[in-house]
């Protein structure tokens, strides 16, 4: 095993799917063959255009960081019963010749077994979806969010679906916004807008308490600030060139702004075992299934087709 398929991102605005170098497999290691990655497409769009802010940024590149797949060989210091697991992978630098990245969207990953989360009893292209869950929960963690909080999402992608999902169940009261009807009605909120038909301020009649911001506009974060509350928060989880808001609503209201990583430890598995007890449900943002060979209109769809919430590409 010394190649295999992955999508390379050779140079802005050109993908394709290549034959790579694979780097041999160590003692800690196993090897996965994949079943599913996904989209990400805030990250891969970014990266895609060659102007993601990150020093892993070097063409040729492997992009992805939501693989699911099955355990198929072992390093000698891998524990058995992994063998034949099926697992979430957040990426994987084992290629040679080319720049790893995320390394996600390959056929054949290797990787420190202790890298890798086993879905159990999670369906595995559900398993995608693992590393927004995390971020979300991660950010949650953070905002605190108490039962007699009043908190506004801004975005209703699948990170902004989530962190909906998580602070209604903290017993906040939550509204949540977008422009795309398909994505409202996946949501679960108290109150779903329309920005595309109304205003933030027309359908909200009360200050909140949080802004969680997850669609990566700071025009749509201004456009909410005249609805917080004196002394609220503001937590940032999308992805941004740069922070440009204006100062005085924030300075006048004394507001909390929270910023989050990816996720902490142990987050991947806390949001494994919600997803198989039931009590995060993210089946319903799966809105598109593919296989690799279509990756080109894969990558389209992901990226500018608006009412595209999650897409799974199928490896098999």
């Known amino acids: 095993m010394n190649t295999t398929r992955a999508v390379v991102i050779s140079a802005p605005q050109q993908l394709d799917l290549q034959t790579v170098e694979l780097t041999p497999v160590g003692d ?55 063998h034949g697991q099926l697992v979430y992978v957040g990426g994987a630098r084992c290629f040679q010749g080319v720049n790893p990245a995320w390394g996600g969207q390959s056929a054949i990953l290797i990787t420190d077994f202790r890298r890798v989360v086993p879905l159990g009893a999670v369906p595995a292209d559900q398993g995608v979806l693992l590393a927004l869950a995390a971020t979300a929960l991660h950010g949650i963690d953070l905002l605190a969010p108490a039962a007699d909080n009043r908190t506004l999402v801004l975005g209703q992608g699948p990170v902004g679906q989530i962190a909906a999902r998580l602070a ?38 009360a200050p909140v308490d949080m802004i969680i911001e997850a669609t990566g506009s700071m025009a749509a974060l201004a456009e909410a600030l005249p609805l917080l509350a004196d002394g609220g928060t503001i937590l940032l989880l999308g992805y941004y060139d740069e922070l440009r808001l204006p100062y005085m609503p924030l300075f006048l209201k004394q507001v909390r702004l929270l910023t989050a990583r990816e996720w902490a430890a142990g987050d991947l598995v806390r949001c494994r075992d919600m997803m198989a007890l039931g009590t995060l449900q993210v089946g319903e943002l799966i809105s598109h299934h593919m296989p690799i060979e279509q990756f080109a209109a894969a990558y389209h769809i992901a990226l500018e087709e608006p009412e595209c919430l999650k897409l799974v590409l199928s490896w098999s």
């Open 168 to 205: 209604r169940s903290h017993g906040a009261w939550v509204a949540v916004s977008d422009r795309v009807p398909g994505r409202l009605e996946r949501s679960h909120a108290d109150i779903r807008i329309d920005v595309g038909q109304t205003t933030l301020s027309s359908a909200i009649e």
């Open 28 to 82: 800690d290691d196993l090897v996965v063959e994949t079943c599913y990655t996904s989209i990400s497409s805030g990250t891969e769009r970014m990266l895609l255009a060659g102007r993601m802010p990150h020093p892993m940024l070097q063409f040729p590149v492997i992009p992805g960081y939501e693989t699911v797949g099955r355990v198929v060989e072992l390093g000698r210091n891998v524990p058995l019963e992994l």
